[in-house]
Every structure is written in structure tokens, then in C-alpha cells.
């Protein structure tokens, strides 16, 4: 069964900190991996991963993938107020169309 | 505006009383998708559509019917609600399938309390 497992589940930073959020996956034939920000609304797209070793950067985040072992990171520098939200990550299997398997999420707080 | 929207933002309903929530794109996506949210539990596909008149089951598929009879609107269905359908529901939809195309654009949320 495909799986994906976030971690940590929730955490509490400062303004200022650097945060690594962790995203491991079990998926049968893996096509890709994409990182979501939630906050009072709808997932709104960060990243998409397809590549082992590849960093994705945007501004403050950026994201790497490591198909070997089977997990991504996603990283926030300087965090801000702005930046509380739950943050979700989805592995795409490549043998059932365009389904995503979520993970749980991470939600993240940070407190000024 | 390219946007995904659904309806009712928020529904509090009765046991076996039947009910629809609609979801349309303006997008001319290819690819529609029903989840469902439930804390602990994060997002689980309930069905999916691939486009017009093809859809499939997702993960969690019991208890709600779908259709896809035109390209921008993929309305999911509770025949017979049941309180364990308690959930926020999302719409999302994409270009396609496969790595280039698999951005969804999730709508706003559906808020569903079955009593």
C-alpha cells in the first residue's frame, strides 16, 4: 500500500528560525513528489520534485528529493508569522493516473 | 480568474438526506479529483476523473457517486449522507497526468457536518 509519512507532526518556532520539515514515502512506482502549503483554505502548490539530488528553491524555501532513500525535506530560512500554516506532502504514483497520496501534514507555527 | 470553486462552502445535513456538492474549473483541466480531509488523516482521493465521462475510484470511495458530463464541472454526490462523511471535501483539477502536468488547483473547501 503506498504510503506517505510527515514529520514532525506539528512544531513551534520563533520568527527568524530555520525549520526542516521531512516528508518519507513508500509508493509503487514513483513519478513524482510535490509539497503543499495549507493554511485556513485550500492547498496551495510550492514545489514538484521529479529528480534525486535536484534542489527547488523559492525564496525562503527550498525543497531536494532523495529517490535512493525514499524521502524529501523542505526547508524554510528566516521564518516568518506568514509562514504558520500545515504543510503537506503528496507522492504521485505513476501507475494510477494523476492520483496523489498525501501525507498528513506538518503543521508548522511561528511565533513573533 | 483561473480558479476552481465549489459549493456549498458550508452544508450541516441530516442522516440519509441526499446531497450535492458542486465543483467547477475554469481552466479547461483535463483532470478533475474529490478528496476528502480528516484530522490525522491528511487528504485521501475519494474518486477522479480523467475527463469527460471517465472516472475512477480513488482510495476512499464508498458511500459517494460522481459524474463528469462536461469538462469544467465534476459534482460529487451523497446518496444517503452518513455522520462517519463528517469532512471538509476538496475539488481539485490539472492540466493532465504525468509529472509536467500533475499541479492541482484545489477549490476553497467544502465544510460537511452529517448529524
Known amino acids: 500500500e503506498d504510503k506517505v509519512v510527515q514529520s514532525p507532526l506539528s512544531l513551534v518556532v520563533h520568527e527568524g528560525d530555520t525549520v526542516t520539515l521531512n516528508c518519507s514515502y513508500e509508493?509503487?512506482?514513483?513519478?513524482?513528489l510535490l509539497w503543499y502549503k495549507q493554511e485556513k483554505k485550500a492547498p496551495t502548490f510550492l514545489f514538484m520534485l521529479?529528480?534525486?539530488?535536484i534542489e527547488k528553491k523559492s525564496g525562503r524555501l527550498s525543497s531536494i528529493l532523495d529517490k535512493k532513500e525514499l524521502f524529501s525535506i523542505l526547508n524554510i530560512t528566516a521564518t516568518q508569522t506568514g509562514d504558520s500554516a500545515v504543510y503537506l506532502c503528496a507522492v504521485e504514483p505513476i501507475l494510477y493516473g494523476n492520483k496523489l497520496v498525501f501525507g498528513a501534514g506538518t503543521i508548522l507555527r511561528v511565533k513573533s | 480568474e483561473a480558479q476552481v470553486t465549489q459549493n456549498p462552502r458550508y452544508l450541516i445535513t441530516v442522516t440519509g438526506k441526499k446531497l450535492t456538492v458542486t465543483c467547477s474549473q475554469n481552466?479547461?483541466?483535463?483532470?478533475m479529483s474529490w478528496y476528502r480531509q480528516d484530522p490525522g488523516l491528511g487528504l485521501r482521493q475519494i474518486y477522479y476523473?480523467?475527463?469527460?465521462?471517465?472516472?475512477d475510484k480513488g482510495d476512499v470511495p464508498e458511500g459517494y457517486k460522481v459524474s463528469r458530463k462536461e469538462k469544467r464541472n465534476f459534482p460529487l454526490i451523497l446518496e444517503s449522507p452518513s455522520p462517519n462523511q463528517t469532512s471538509l471535501y476538496f475539488c481539485a483539477s490539472s492540466k493532465g497526468y504525468g509529472s509536467s502536468y500533475n499541479e492541482q488547483f484545489f477549490g476553497p473547501g467544502t465544510r460537511l457536518t452529517v448529524l
Open positions: 481552466m479547461n483541466h483535463e483532470y
Open positions: 509508493v509503487t512506482n514513483f513519478r513524482s
Open positions: 521529479t529528480s534525486s539530488g
Open positions: 476523473s480523467m475527463n469527460v465521462e471517465v472516472t
